[in-house]
């Protein structure tokens, strides 16, 4: 597990406290629940690899298998040309007939991992007062009323932690998930939405990043401009051709330059990049969609 935190230059009047939670390759995360031996191994979750079938798409890879190029939504033929499939999980180093390196392949087990989310999405109800599940594997926390930006120790006290209060209740959030539920989470600690989901990507997988207000603008700066909500690939591109390759470069255009190029989304990636993102946590039922790594 990592932790990152980012020093706060000055604070807003009672901002809020969005977490950010992120299950990491949840698929693969719950059938290495189910099978402990494949903790370490790369993983596929797909369907279309079964003998006989030539159709098929990866849903999610864990990182180990992603380091071989295997992607989601990528066709499950092209995966198993590039990581083939390895039977046996006892082996060390898995391999296939040929001697070279092998993934281990598990077919969508829907029931499984609605029934693993539901477990999840208990402790953060349990946490929240008001809970957005988004998919499911993520979703987002006011925890605003729970817990606070003060330090944990005084700041006058020359050896005081720098830690936050919400840093620790973060991290009772995520410790819980991974002692009870038994799969890591991501979780992503700010002032904002925006800027909780950036980081709760920032040190993936299994991390805590916390982004005090005040050093918002600071976090994002350096960050690849696609980073920011709402600027997909097609956006990113054109941003760069107006020379905006960063957060930072976005923050500091000319939002009129921004309006008259994307319309009123202009306005809206301009602000994010700035760290002002006002959107309130509203609370959601069932997820709209089952996760993004699993549109195939």
Known sequence: MTFD?????????????????????????????????????????????????THGAVATASYEAREYGIESAQAISKALDTLPRADDAT????????????GYYRPVDMAFYESVAADVKEILREAAAVVREVSIDEAYLDVTDRTGWETVAGEDDPNADTRTIAEGYARHVKQRIGREVGVPASVGVAPNMATAKIASDYDKPDGLTVVPPGAVEDFLAPLSVAAIHGVGPVTA?????????????????????????????????????????????TPTGRPKSLSRESAF
């Open 5 to 53: 935190t980012f020093t706060e230059t000055d604070s807003d009047d009672d901002p809020q406290i969005i977490l950010h939670v992120d299950m990491d390759c949840f698929y693969a995360s719950c059938e290495r629940r189910r099978e402990p031996e494949l903790r370490g191994e790369p993983v596929v979750v797909g369907m279309g690899y079964e003998a006989g079938e």
């Open 91 to 102: 082996d060390a180093e898995p391999t296939d007939s040929n001697g070279d390196p092998a």
């Open 237 to 281: 591109s054109e941003l760069r051709e107006m020379g905006i390759e960063t957060a930072g470069d976005l923050a500091a255009a000319d939002p009129a330059a921004l309006v008259d190029r994307f319309g009123e989304r202009g306005r809206a990636i301009y602000d994010r990049a700035r760290g002002d993102d006002g959107r309130a946590v």
